[in-house]
């Protein structure tokens, strides 16, 4: 690794952190080296990313002295937090302060920081189109990642905010697949109406971060939104439909419904999609598509997505 300038990334097991981990790892230039935290390292994926030439730390996120420890001597850091492990917004929080204040000791030259939107800045607290929820938020998941920009900023630590998008793996691993109706069809559900969703294949994020880290400063201190394709709910189903050879429908409910449906998070997402749809204009427009394919030409679209990875979504 002697030469190379190191970037350390956060989830480094996971979706958006894995993704970065391989991208640098398989890039035949070797500009960067990587040293990856998790919580385990002895993992099985862990291990597979030791094999590919990865240096492994044992870190907790939310531990400002060992991650401190663990940028010493980087040149960079991907800091990214998972709120669907505990659903707590101040846990998020808590844990990108964490990370800014390390990033701000060792004095880091680079921080890409994967957050979202601040809903508050949209939708006050007080305005009841849609419900506040844990008493002070819209959508807790996006809404924490946008409050902490502003602990990086204030620390002056050098950081590109990322935007990321809707994954496409959420038809795989979050329920939001294809589901079978009382009438015996399929259909997904979401309450967008027609208004177009931005989204993303999950590898494909890690592989933008990496452009980013590949330009140098030049988006240093700007906010870069990515995104695979703009899609409405009915091109995301019959996309669906075709690769899974089958007929997919697009049930477009109301988010009150939405919220309603009970299952963990329902409130939250069925907020997420309702600003979505509210701000579809700026949402999608923030989002670029071509500035993603710029910073990661082998950026997938739905249906090269779904090429590869259909046979591993479940129907309901």
Known sequence: MSGKKTIVVAGATGAQGGGLV???????????????????????????????????????????????KAY??????????????????ERELAEASAMARAAKTAELKHVIWSTLEDTR??????????????????????DAKGEADDLFRQLGVPTTFLLT???????????????????GRYAIT??????KLPGIAAEDIGKCAYGIFKAGDEFTGKT???SGEHLTG?????????????????????????????FPGAGDLGNMFQFNRDFSGYFCGIRDVALSRKLNPEMKD??????????KIPLG
């Open 22 to 68: 391989r991208a640098i790892l398989s890039d035949p230039a070797r500009e960067f080296a990587v040293r990856g935290l998790t919580r385990d390292v002895n993992s099985e994926k862990a291990q597979e990313l030791t094999r590919m030439g990865a240096e492994l730390v044992a870190c907790d996120i939310g531990d400002e002295a060992a991650l401190a």
């Open 165 to 183: 998008s809707f994954y496409w793996d959420n038809f795989i691993y979050f329920g939001a697949g294809p589901q079978k109706g009382p009438d």
């Open 190 to 195: 979401m309450p967008m109406g027609n208004e």
């Open 121 to 142: 800045k949209f939708v006050s607290l007080e305005d009841d189109r849609m419900p506040t929820l844990m008493g002070k938020y819209k959508v807790p998941h996006f």
């Open 234 to 262: 009915e091109e995301m189903a019959a996309a669906l439909g075709a690769a899974l050879g089958m007929e997919v429908g697009y049930n477009a409910v109301d988010p009150a419904a939405y919220r309603s449906f009970g």
């Open 72 to 89: 010493e001597g980087a040149y960079g850091a991907f800091c990214v937090t998972f709120f669907w492990a505990h659903f707590s917004p």
């Open 302 to 311: 739905l249906i090269t997505w779904l090429a590869a990875n259909a046979s």
């Open 224 to 226: 870069v939104g990515i």
